[in-house]
T-cell receptor, first 114, second 112 residues
Framework: NAGVTQTPKFQVLKTGQSMTLQCAQDMNHNSMYWYRQDPGMGLRLIYY???????DKGEVPNGYNVSRLNKREFSLRLESAAPSQTSVYFC?????????????FGPGTRLTVT | SQQGEEDPQALSIQEGENATMNCSYKTSINNLQWYRQNSGRGLVHLIL?????REKHSGRLRVTLDTSKKSSSLLITASRAADTASYFCATDANFGNEKLTFGTGTRLTIIP
């Protein structure tokens, strides 16, 4: 099992450019998440998807869009990148059911917007 | 806004000593989880404690939960250099909500 994979690992964008961050999981998890991590801020939830076909906003959704392409894949799109979106982005997935489960994280994408 | 706040923000101890870090949160929870993040890597789940539990152990980890004080602590005993990492608490507020809210983390450094 590869777990949660993310591409790319690093990206540099100019202000106004667009890009899509890809995430895939092979654990058959229902829920998937996108977070950003800034120094001293911990992780903040951007969007999440509780199941295939559904997406919901998290704490900091402005400037981002997401697509739950299928059960395995959850992508994050920056339509017009801004320097404030310089951050490390993590994708995570989680099994859901009648009890609580932990989240599994990908290795992250380090994005710099100049 | 952050649900959890870890204390201290940074902690340095000698190898072999015990490390204790604390987490406070604001709203009622269903469970609280602790995660570790090594530098430049994703988070790894350590332990989950449910709201009806007061203490839980896993290897060298001991977690306590006090729902009346809305606080939790993570104790790492007999620390090792490999324990150097950032540690985050995360709270699960509402069943069915499917969201975890993370704290700001404690940076732990183990001095060999």
């Amino acid at each position: 099992n590869a777990g949660v994979t993310q591409t790319p690992k690093f990206q540099v964008l100019k202000t106004g450019q667009s890009m899509t961050l890809q995430c895939a999981q092979d654990m058959n998890h229902n829920s998937m998440y996108w977070y950003r991590q800034d120094p001293g801020m911990g992780l903040r939830l951007i969007y999440y998807s509780a199941s295939e076909g559904t997406t919901d906003k998290g704490e900091v959704p402005n400037g981002y869009n997401v697509s739950r392409l299928n059960k395995r894949e959850f992508s994050l799109r920056l339509e017009s990148a801004a320097p404030s979106q310089t951050s490390v982005y993590f994708c995570a997935s989680r099994k859901t059911g009648l009890i609580f489960y932990e989240q599994y994280f990908g290795p992250g994408t380090r994005l710099t917007v100049t | 806004s952050q649900q959890g706040e870890e204390d201290p923000q940074a902690l340095s101890i000698q190898e072999g000593e015990n490390a204790t870090m604390n987490c406070s949160y604001k709203t009622s929870i269903n469970n609280l989880q602790w995660y570790r993040q090594n530098s430049g890597r994703g988070l790894v789940h350590l332990i989950l404690i449910r709201s009806n539990e007061r203490e839980k152990h896993s290897g060298r980890l001991r977690v306590t939960l006090d729902t009346s004080k809305k606080s939790s602590s993570l104790l790492i005993t007999a620390s090792r250099a490999a324990d150097t990492a950032s540690y985050f608490c995360a709270t699960d507020a509402n069943f069915g909500n499917e969201k975890l809210t993370f704290g700001t983390g404690t940076r732990l450094t183990i001095i060999p």
